[in-house]
């Protein structure tokens, strides 16, 4: 799927704009809207696609002492709980409906109208923050930084890193020394494969002078890429920081979630279910934690506890990533029909993210491997390899090749994703299983051996279909040597 807003090497700015028209007529359609009961979500649909570029940009009246922190916490990765952005959002709303050219309301409504689809899992919202930063660009008549770090966050929220990247380039050029673009343009640039661009991006971000207030974003953001890297205690040494140094409960819960999913990849099952938990009493809303607690809960072997946190944690946010969690541990538990029901539930919500503009290829490809036809999994999944050669696509397509029956190939992918002098830094259970399986088939028995000890040992709960075939494939290798005897 392309998902790009204008091609390639283009500005990003619109065609020139139709005719100019009065902020008079702009008035008119809003107030007929409203008197004819639009909701106000609605509302900015009957604005023009491409609205008149002024010759008067009227500007907003000076910010309020809470205004400045508003954009960086939307587009540089400052969380927000939910109630704060639905808030956010009614006042924006508002405001554009009584300033139709007020260019900085319009990018910070469709900011966060990013943020709230990626917080609900309701892409509905990507299509109309979309059209809200398009607005921003168009009434200030110029680029403006607001609007590109918002479609920069749009992008990365539909998985196009390359449209990521060049908003984020753009954005960066406009104001070089503003800490806030980095944070997106390493997201973007990790999802490319550039972990050359990634490293001299944190660089520049740990070089710049920021105050308290945003501090701890920019050790959240070091603690992913030291992550990354494999450095797990400084990861979770910044994270640690971030969690201490965060100035609102949102933020901190945010955080927290990231130190228990740290946890979580080493198989500190107690110490993640601590940071889960801690999180969701400071933000029920919170992202990640609902389903990072169902999980611990599942390797536990609480069942029916995480099953019941499962199907509360999609019942508010129905991500077609944790349903397909579900479906797989339904599986694990032998229970066929319950985990067809989820994975049907999988393609459901795979469509409607598309309507969005998600690109969910990776998804449909991992999904295909295990559930459905590895050779359909191979093709999503080399044409996502060739527009986005990220870790992450890297290993599935590797699996996907295994499971395809092109081992041959699949180690290729599967050396990208685990070997450091490829690229591949990070500490993966899955990743480690999925190599050594692919060596075992290619009776490279030694190295298959050492990667599946090295699943179980990163994290032995890592999955609850796979954890356990790592195990039965060890016990199948038995006592292997690591090296063939001297006489060969």
């Known amino acids: 799927m392309d998902n790009r807003l204008s091609a390639p090497g283009t500005s990003l700015l619109a065609e020139p704009p139709a005719p100019r028209r009065s902020r008079r007529w702009l008035r008119r359609v809003l107030v007929a809207a409203l008197a004819g009961g639009v909701a106000a979500g609605t509302v900015?649909?009957?604005?023009?696609?491409?609205?008149?570029?002024?010759?008067?940009?009227?500007?907003?009246?000076?910010?309020?002492?809470?205004?400045?922190?508003?954009?960086?916490?939307?587009?540089?990765?400052?969380?927000?709980?939910?109630?704060?952005?639905?808030?956010?959002?009614?006042?924006?709303?508002?405001?554009?409906?009584?300033?139709?050219?007020?260019?900085?309301?319009?990018?910070?409504?469709?900011?966060?109208?990013?943020?709230?689809?990626?917080?609900?899992?309701?892409?509905?919202?990507?299509?109309?923050?979309?059209?809200?930063?398009?607005?921003?660009?168009?009434?200030?008549?110029?680029?403006?930084?607001?609007?590109?770090?918002?479609?920069?966050?749009?992008?990365?929220?539909?998985?196009?890193?390359?449209?990521?990247?060049?908003?984020?380039?753009?954005?960066?050029?406009?104001?070089?020394?503003?800490?806030?673009?980095?944070?997106?343009?390493?997201?973007?640039?990790?999802?490319?494969?550039?972990?050359?661009?990634?490293?001299?991006?944190?660089?520049?971000?740990?070089?710049?002078?920021?105050?308290?207030?945003?501090?701890?974003?920019?050790?959240?953001?070091?603690?992913?890429?030291?992550?990354?890297?494999?450095?797990?205690?400084?990861?979770?040494?910044?994270?640690?920081?971030?969690?201490?140094?965060?100035?609102?409960?949102?933020?901190?819960?945010?955080?927290?979630?990231?130190?228990?999913?740290?946890?979580?990849?080493?198989?500190?099952?107690?110490?993640?279910?601590r940071h889960f938990e801690a999180a969701l009493r400071l933000d029920p809303d919170q992202r990640e934690a609902p389903v990072g607690r169902a999980r611990v809960l599942a390797a536990l072997g609480r069942t029916a506890q995480a099953l019941t946190a499962y199907q509360t944690a999609l019942a508010k946010q129905p991500n077609p990533r944790y349903t397909l969690e579900l479906g797989e541990l339904w599986e694990s538990l032998g229970q066929d029909r319950l985990a067809a029901t989820q994975y049907t539930q999988v393609r459901t919500q795979v469509r409607r993210e598309g309507e969005g503009g998600v690109d969910d290829e990776l998804l449909m490809g991992q999904y295909e491997a295990d559930h459905g036809d590895p050779v359909e999994a191979v093709e999503r999944l080399r044409d996502e390899w060739d527009r986005q050669p990220g870790i992450e696509v890297a290993d599935a397509l590797g699996w996907a090749l295994h499971r395809a029956g092109e081992d041959d190939e699949a180690l290729d992918y599967a050396l990208i994703a685990t070997d450091k002098t490829k690229g591949g830094g990070v500490r993966s259970a899955l990743y480690a299983f999925h190599r050594g399986m692919i060596e075992g088939e290619l009776e490279e028995y030694g190295p298959a051996r050492r990667h599946l000890q090295e699943a179980l040992r990163i994290n032995p709960y890592f999955s609850p279909l796979m954890a356990p075939q790592a195990q039965a494939a060890l016990r199948s290798l038995g006592d292997v040597p690591d090296a063939p005897p001297p006489s060969e």
């Open 44 to 273: 900015l649909t009957l604005l023009p696609e491409e609205p008149p570029r002024r010759s008067r940009v009227v500007r907003p009246p000076a910010p309020g002492p809470r205004a400045p922190a508003v954009p960086a916490a939307l587009t540089a990765g400052v969380p927000v709980a939910l109630p704060q952005l639905t808030a956010l959002i009614g006042q924006q709303e508002q405001r554009v409906r009584e300033r139709p050219a007020d260019a900085r309301a319009w990018a910070v409504l469709g900011t966060a109208y990013v943020e709230r689809g990626r917080g609900t899992a309701d892409a509905t919202d990507f299509p109309r923050a979309e059209r809200a930063l398009r607005t921003s660009l168009q009434v200030w008549g110029a680029a403006s930084t607001e609007a590109l770090d918002g479609l920069t966050a749009l992008a990365l929220a539909r998985r196009d890193f390359a449209e990521a990247k060049r908003y984020g380039e753009e954005a960066l050029k406009l104001t070089p020394r503003r800490w806030s673009a980095y944070p997106q343009l390493i997201d973007a640039y990790t999802g490319l494969g550039d972990y050359e661009a990634v490293r001299r991006s944190l660089d520049k971000l740990m070089a710049l002078h920021t105050d308290a207030a945003v501090r701890p974003a920019v050790m959240a953001q070091a603690s992913a890429v030291y992550r990354d890297r494999g450095w797990r205690e400084d990861a979770v040494a910044q994270l640690t920081d971030a969690a201490a140094g965060a100035r609102t409960p949102g933020e901190q819960a945010a955080y927290l979630a990231g130190l228990g999913q740290l946890a979580w990849e080493r198989g500190d099952l107690q110490d993640a279910l």
